[in-house]
């Protein structure tokens, strides 16, 4: 929370080092700066000399605190402390008193300060080395000049709101904050980027805006929103609608903007709420209306995904699009479970392939993919887990090949169940897990078919 200064009275009861602490960080705002004590330390006087704060040495009322935007206590003396808080809880300002968090309705935070951007890191008094390391990671995240692109725009928002269609305006300082301008600013060349900013804003628009907006086709990956790539994040904030289905996990859905209108298109396997072509209509449509558009598809996009029907209709309608990968199924249940999907020597091979046919729901052959060197990665298994341990089985794997069930996988629900190649679709009935499956088999150069004992099953769950 930010609370405005502007022509507000602060006040610092103390005179000492500790008052002085606070008075710095004061300083960085527009507040009216009252010094409350009897004699003030050199530095505080200086303050006092140069305008910079009053000098109150009068009796301590709790009228003195009427009206204040907030108060610090910071005299040293916690008796003396205490006393003061309570004056000041009477006058119903808010309070912080140093180093006593029980007295704090407030408390100060550790500030990056790009004025007018300002980042305030606050652990609530309980980790105040964690707050500063966490504001040198900051401080070295944002250009020293940053404030001042802050500031232009402020100065031209009248104007932009003035020339820029209503539509456009978010596109305009999308543009203007993370395209040319933003880099020019970056590196220096302020006027250059001044002169960007009026030259669009002449004509009316961002460089890159056009009367349709785009659709990014972004992966969720399997579940931990951790996994998400940085260009995924930045989409999410980008979006103004996000279409997601139920293999989205909730926590992902936290990192988009919170005004972003998001739209739950229900897709069940063997029930889909929403048809496919009713989504891609929707899509198109709200593209169409300028919008940036996300299609949030869990794991890859493109694997698995019907990502080719997505975007021939956005195609079609002349709707620019964007493909943002993410983190596959088969490749989070693997580094779950501390396995890789290669090892040297031994696989050199991946193949992904479905367990259902589109066209008919029938299980494709597995044979033309067994063969050593080769890790096979069967997804959205959980319910085919009979036919395709008999052609496992049928393939010459052993039966007694170990293999691992896993359910949520990077979620905070993640299950592993052991298994066998024979015994698969038993464990899988026995242990309620349903949903889409990954089935990894894995058969290494070194090992014949008939006594291969590298495989791994992974149920992503629902």
Same mark, same amino acid.
């Given at each position: 929370?930010?609370?405005?200064?502007?022509? %507000?009275?602060?006040?610092?009861?103390?005179?000492?080092?500790?008052?002085?602490?606070?008075?710095?960080?004061?300083?960085?705002? !527009?507040?009216?700066?009252?010094?409350?004590?009897?004699?003030?330390?050199?530095?505080?006087?200086?303050?006092?000399?140069?305008?910079?704060?009053?000098?109150? =040495?009068?009796? &301590?009322?709790?009228?003195?605190?009427?009206?204040?935007?907030?108060?610090?206590?910071?005299?040293?003396?916690?008796?003396?402390?205490?006393?003061?808080?309570?004056?000041?809880?009477?006058?119903?300002?808010?309070?912080?008193?140093?180093?006593?968090? /029980?007295?704090?309705?407030?408390?100060?935070?550790?500030?990056?300060?790009? /004025?007018?951007?300002?980042?305030?890191?606050?652990?609530?008094?309980?980790?105040?080395?964690?707050? %500063?390391?966490?504001?040198?990671?900051?401080?070295?995240?944002?250009?020293?000049?940053?404030?001042?692109?802050?500031?232009?725009?402020?100065?031209?928002?009248?104007?932009?709101?003035?020339?820029?269609?209503?539509?456009?305006?978010? !596109?305009?300082?999308?543009?203007?904050?993370?395209?040319?301008? %933003?880099?020019?600013?970056?590196?220096?060349?302020?006027?250059?980027?001044?002169?960007?900013?009026?030259?669009?804003?002449?004509?009316?628009?961002?460089?890159?805006?056009?009367?349709?907006?785009? &659709?990014?086709?972004?992966?969720?990956?399997?579940?931990?929103?951790?996994?998400?790539?940085?260009?995924?994040?930045?989409?999410?904030?980008?979006?103004?609608?996000?279409?997601?289905?139920?293999?989205? /996990?909730?926590?992902?859905?936290?990192?988009?903007?919170?005004?972003?209108?998001?739209?739950?298109? =229900?897709?069940?396997?063997?029930?889909?709420?929403?048809?496919?072509?009713?989504?891609?209509?929707?899509?198109?449509?709200?593209?169409?209306?300028?919008?940036?558009?996300?299609?949030?598809?869990?794991?890859?996009?493109?694997?698995?995904?019907?990502?080719?029907?997505?975007?021939?209709?956005?195609?079609?309608?002349?709707?620019?699009?964007?493909?943002?990968?993410?983190?596959?199924?088969?490749?989070?249940?693997?580094?779950?479970?501390?396995?890789?999907?290669?090892?040297?020597?031994?696989?050199?091979?991946?193949?992904?392939?479905?367990? %259902?046919?589109?066209?008919?729901?029938?299980?494709?052959?597995?044979?033309?993919?067994?063969?050593?060197?080769?890790?096979?990665?069967?997804?959205?298994?959980?319910?085919?887990? /009979?036919?395709?341990?008999?052609?496992?089985?049928?393939?010459?794997?052993?039966?007694?090949?170990? &293999?691992?069930?896993?359910?949520?996988?990077?979620?905070?629900?993640?299950?592993?169940?052991?298994?066998?190649?024979?015994?698969?679709?038993?464990?899988?009935?026995?242990?309620?897990?349903?949903?889409?499956?990954?089935?990894?088999?894995?058969?290494?150069?070194?090992?014949?078919?008939?006594?291969?004992?590298?495989? &791994?099953?992974?149920?992503?769950?629902?």
């Amino acid at each position: 929370m930010f609370i405005r200064t502007t022509g %507000r009275r602060v006040l610092i009861v103390g005179g000492g080092e500790q008052a002085a602490q606070k008075a710095r960080l004061i300083l960085k705002t !527009d507040a009216q700066l009252v010094l409350v004590a009897g004699d003030l330390d050199a530095e505080l006087s200086a303050l006092v000399a140069s305008g910079q704060a009053e000098h109150y =040495g009068g009796p &301590v009322t709790s009228a003195l605190f009427n009206g204040a935007a907030m108060t610090f206590v910071a005299t040293g003396c916690p008796g003396f402390d205490a006393a003061v808080h309570a004056l000041v809880t009477a006058a119903r300002c808010p309070v912080n008193v140093v180093d006593q968090p /029980d007295l704090c309705d407030l408390t100060t935070p550790s500030i990056v300060d790009r /004025d007018p951007v300002v980042v305030a890191i606050g652990t609530e008094g309980t980790a105040p080395v964690l707050g %500063r390391q966490i504001k040198t990671q900051i401080e070295q995240m944002l250009v020293p000049n940053l404030g001042g692109l802050a500031a232009l725009a402020g100065r031209m928002r009248s104007a932009v709101a003035g020339r820029v269609p209503r539509a456009g305006r978010r !596109d305009f300082w999308r543009w203007v904050f993370a395209d040319a301008p %933003r880099h020019s600013w970056t590196r220096g060349a302020e006027r250059e980027a001044a002169r960007l900013v009026k030259d669009a804003l002449a004509a009316g628009g961002a460089p890159s805006t056009s009367p349709n907006g785009s &659709v990014a086709y972004v992966g969720a990956g399997p579940g931990a929103r951790d996994l998400l790539t940085l260009r995924a994040v930045q989409r999410l904030q980008e979006a103004d609608v996000i279409f997601y289905d139920r293999l989205v /996990d909730g926590d992902v859905l936290e990192l988009a903007r919170r005004d972003a209108e998001r739209v739950f298109v =229900g897709k069940v396997v063997g029930a889909h709420a929403w048809p496919q072509d009713r989504i891609d209509a929707a899509v198109v449509a709200e593209a169409r209306r300028g919008r940036r558009v996300v299609r949030l598809k869990s794991g890859d996009p493109g694997i698995f995904g019907r990502l080719d029907e997505e975007l021939r209709a956005a195609e079609a309608a002349g709707i620019a699009t964007e493909i943002v990968p993410g983190v596959t199924a088969a490749c989070a249940a693997a580094a779950s479970a501390g396995q890789p999907l290669t090892r040297r020597g031994e696989t050199d091979t991946l193949v992904l392939t479905a367990a %259902r046919s589109q066209n008919d729901g029938s299980i494709p052959d597995l044979a033309r993919h067994i063969r050593a060197g080769t890790t096979l990665a069967i997804y959205m298994g959980v319910s085919a887990s /009979d036919e395709i341990s008999n052609q496992l089985l049928s393939a010459k794997v052993s039966p007694d090949a170990p &293999v691992s069930v896993m359910a949520n996988v990077s979620k905070r629900n993640e299950t592993l169940i052991k298994t066998t190649v024979s015994e698969m679709s038993a464990t899988i009935a026995q242990s309620g897990i349903t949903g889409c499956a990954i089935i990894s088999v894995t058969l290494p150069h070194r090992s014949g078919l008939a006594t291969c004992g590298q495989h &791994v099953l992974y149920d992503l769950g629902a």
